[in-house]
């Protein structure tokens, strides 16, 4: 009798099991290195620097942000903390308004802004993550227990294995900025984040940074937790405040110098600022390129208490500490630029300033508003960005108001070195040729991230996605910067021009080399939800 009884309930309860536990990590996922381009590469970078230009070329200092939303402070509008510094870099060169970068989150953003080329071109489509939900059980287990309706798991029937997703990140084949300036002489350095790899063959000293100092992560800590004088903002309301915490700073959390993990007492935004200038007093007899890149404001949320005490009017201690990150990110960007002018360095330095992408509203210490959206969306509020460029020839040009791209920096750098591209597409332009004259330079600017698509001329923005259902939206940015307005039922002639540009574009991408994780809900203030891929 108990046979009886046991084989009809094996008979559904082992195919059940087998259905919810089987692995889905597959080993069918293979990295295609483009040969062709690597081996391009080598013979570009080996080649003695043919530009005809033997003058040593200005120095050049880029100064990247994470997570920095357009109207976060008070460059723009009048914002919510005063960033005196900043600003004075604009009041010195030219303040861009209408600046957009290739992803509205970190990775993938800063793989364009190094290499000058969209990251859709060679596959950093999607943000590096971690692992993928090993099976059908923690699928639902996340859909069902954690019931988060912002971050909604993708159900795949197979993901990469983790040795796959340990060596995801920018592919070999591309040529960084540094790599580039390197031909030229140039002495090179990255200060901060990197997050574009996780792996020493491919790590800063890879792609031509003589030196290294920071992580190889989106995030770290800025001080080890329960630091005295330093306010840890733990953020129930952000689903991945838990995750960013949880790393600590262990693996690639860990802040190193080149390749060994060190101790760091400082405070990350202080150290970054002082181990900048150390490179700048190390260099400065010969052509340097320095990329400081800062992690404030991105999470998780630490702030030295005085900077918290400066917010004393704000009763929401998440936007306190916040703001205060912001305002110690001023500054000590405002460090760095006094050493340059006490050293005489800013008379023959270039510096460019950029944000990664917008502010994260999922963490609800901001909200990008006017504009809509906010980081890992297609709106303005993710892909519009802080952008200025300060250099001699180019002092106090005020404003320059079509739109650019973060491509556009990796181009301008090279120009100004007076070096030669190598034998590829770029879809940077050179700006300061466009600064005197104010002309147009883009026609297009273009967006993908899986199933969303974007598309910007000088005046519309045309979203819309492949996979989910969702209207087709057409903006005026110039009238609608909210991008409240849906013109797409009027104009269906422009659209199809843009529709068909953008497909033009898109023949010449790849498929991303790593498929995305998550489904990001975004939801406006008129309660529309919009889906977006992560």
Same mark, same amino acid.
């Given at each position: 009798?108990?046979?009886?009884?046991?084989?009809?309930?094996?008979?559904?309860?082992? @195919?059940?099991?087998?259905?919810?536990?089987?692995?889905? $990590?597959s080993h069918f996922f293979k990295f295609k290195k483009n040969k062709s381009l690597l081996e391009a590469k080598h013979a570009f970078l080996s080649e $003695?620097?043919?530009?005809?230009?033997?003058?040593?070329?200005?120095?050049?200092?880029?100064?990247?942000?994470?997570?920095?939303?357009?109207?976060?402070?008070?460059?723009?509008?009048?914002?919510?903390?005063?960033?005196?510094?900043?600003?004075?870099?604009?009041?010195?060169?030219?303040?861009?308004?209408?600046?957009?970068?290739?992803?509205?989150?970190?990775? @993938?953003?800063?793989? $364009?802004?190094?290499?000058?080329?969209?990251?859709?071109?060679?596959?950093?489509?999607?943000?590096?993550?971690?692992?993928?939900?090993?099976?059908?059980?923690?699928?639902?287990?996340?859909?069902?227990?954690?019931?988060?309706?912002?971050?909604?798991?993708?159900?795949?029937?197979?993901? @990469?294995?983790?040795?796959?997703?340990?060596?995801?990140?920018?592919?070999?084949?591309?040529?960084?900025? $540094?790599?580039?300036?390197?031909?030229?002489?140039?002495?090179?350095?990255?200060?901060?984040?990197?997050?574009?790899?996780?792996?020493?063959?491919?790590?800063?000293?890879?792609?031509?940074?003589?030196?290294?100092?920071?992580?190889?992560?989106?995030?770290?800590?800025?001080?080890?937790?329960?630091?005295?004088?330093?306010?840890?903002?733990?953020?129930?309301?952000?689903?991945?405040?838990?995750?960013?915490?949880?790393?600590?700073?262990?693996?690639?959390?860990?802040?190193?110098?080149?390749?060994?993990?060190?101790?760091?007492?400082?405070?990350?935004?202080?150290?970054?600022?002082?181990?900048?200038?150390?490179?700048?007093?190390?260099?400065?007899?010969?052509?340097?390129?320095?990329?400081?890149?800062?992690?404030?404001?991105?999470?998780?949320?630490?702030?030295?208490?005085?900077?918290?005490?400066?917010?004393?009017?704000?009763?929401?201690?998440?936007?306190?500490?916040?703001?205060?990150?912001?305002?110690?990110?001023?500054?000590?960007?405002?460090?760095?630029?006094?050493?340059?002018?006490?050293?005489?360095?800013?008379?023959?330095?270039?510096?460019?300033?950029?944000?990664?992408?917008?502010?994260?509203?999922?963490?609800?210490?901001?909200?990008?508003?006017?504009?809509?959206?906010?980081?890992?969306?297609?709106?303005?509020?993710?892909?519009?960005?802080?952008?200025?460029?300060?250099?001699?020839?180019?002092?106090?040009?005020?404003?320059?108001?079509?739109?650019?791209?973060?491509?556009?920096?990796?181009?301008?750098?090279?120009?100004?070195?007076?070096?030669?591209?190598?034998?590829?597409?770029?879809?940077?332009?050179?700006?300061?040729?466009?600064?005197?004259?104010?002309?147009?330079?883009?026609?297009?600017?273009?967006?993908?991230?899986?199933?969303?698509?974007?598309?910007?001329?000088?005046?519309?923005?045309?979203?819309?996605?492949?996979?989910?259902?969702?209207?087709?939206?057409?903006?005026?940015?110039?009238?609608?910067?909210?991008?409240?307005?849906?013109?797409?039922?009027?104009?269906?002639?422009?659209?199809?021009?843009?529709?068909?540009?953008?497909?033009?574009?898109?023949?010449?991408?790849?498929? @991303?080399?790593?498929?995305?994780?998550?489904?990001?809900?975004?939801?406006?203030?008129?309660?529309?939800?919009?889906?977006?891929?992560?």
């Amino acid at each position: 009798m108990k046979l009886k009884i046991f084989f009809p309930i094996a008979l559904v309860l082992l @195919p059940t099991l087998w259905y919810l536990f089987v692995p889905l $990590a597959s080993h069918f996922f293979k990295f295609k290195k483009n040969k062709s381009l690597l081996e391009a590469k080598h013979a570009f970078l080996s080649e $003695a620097d043919l530009s005809g230009d033997s003058t040593k070329g200005p120095n050049i200092l880029w100064i990247i942000v994470d997570d920095l939303g357009y109207y976060d402070s008070d460059l723009y509008a009048e914002g919510n903390v005063k960033v005196p510094n900043i600003r004075r870099l604009s009041d010195e060169g030219v303040l861009f308004t209408q600046a957009y970068v290739t992803s509205p989150v970190c990775s @993938p953003s800063r793989a $364009a802004i190094l290499t000058g080329r969209y990251n859709q071109r060679f596959g950093f489509e999607h943000q590096l993550h971690d692992r993928y939900l090993n099976n059908r059980m923690e699928y639902l287990g996340f859909k069902y227990v954690v019931n988060n309706e912002t971050w909604v798991p993708i159900e795949r029937d197979s993901v @990469p294995d983790q040795n796959f997703m340990d060596h995801i990140g920018l592919p070999l084949s591309e040529i960084t900025i $540094a790599e580039l300036l390197k031909k030229k002489g140039y002495r090179t350095g990255l200060v901060g984040k990197w997050h574009l790899s996780k792996q020493p063959e491919q790590s800063p000293e890879a792609f031509g940074f003589d030196e290294f100092y920071g992580f190889y992560s989106s995030h770290s800590l800025y001080s080890e937790e329960h630091t005295e004088g330093i306010v840890d903002m733990k953020n129930p309301a952000d689903w991945t405040d838990d995750y960013i915490w949880s790393g600590q700073r262990d693996g690639r959390q860990a802040i190193q110098r080149n390749d060994k993990v060190i101790k760091e007492d400082r405070y990350l935004t202080t150290a970054i600022a002082d181990e900048s200038i150390d490179f700048l007093k190390k260099n400065r007899e010969e052509p340097f390129f320095l990329l400081a890149s800062f992690n404030a404001p991105h999470t998780p949320f630490q702030v030295p208490q005085n900077y918290f005490d400066q917010f004393k009017d704000e009763k929401d201690p998440v936007k306190r500490c916040y703001y205060g990150m912001i305002k110690c990110l001023d500054d000590e960007i405002g460090r760095v630029l006094d050493y340059l002018e006490e050293s005489g360095l800013d008379e023959n330095t270039y510096v460019f300033f950029i944000s990664d992408n917008g502010g994260a509203a999922y963490t609800f210490a901001t909200d990008n508003a006017p504009l809509k959206g906010g980081k890992i969306t297609n709106f303005d509020g993710g892909l519009k960005v802080p952008f200025i460029i300060k250099g001699r020839g180019i002092a106090a040009k005020g404003q320059y108001d079509h739109p650019v791209s973060s491509t556009d920096l990796f181009v301008s750098t090279a120009k100004l070195a007076g070096l030669n591209l190598p034998d590829r597409t770029y879809d940077g332009v050179d700006l300061l040729s466009h600064l005197e004259t104010k002309s147009i330079a883009h026609d297009y600017i273009y967006f993908r991230k899986g199933f969303n698509h974007a598309i910007r001329n000088e005046k519309y923005k045309l979203i819309w996605n492949s996979g989910l259902a969702m209207d087709t939206l057409l903006f005026d940015i110039d009238q609608d910067p909210g991008e409240l307005t849906n013109l797409y039922p009027s104009k269906k002639a422009l659209v199809s021009s843009m529709l068909s540009a953008y497909k033009q574009w898109d023949k010449e991408l790849i498929s @991303p080399i790593w498929p995305s994780v998550i489904y990001f809900n975004y939801k406006d203030k008129e309660n529309k939800n919009y889906v977006f891929e992560n």
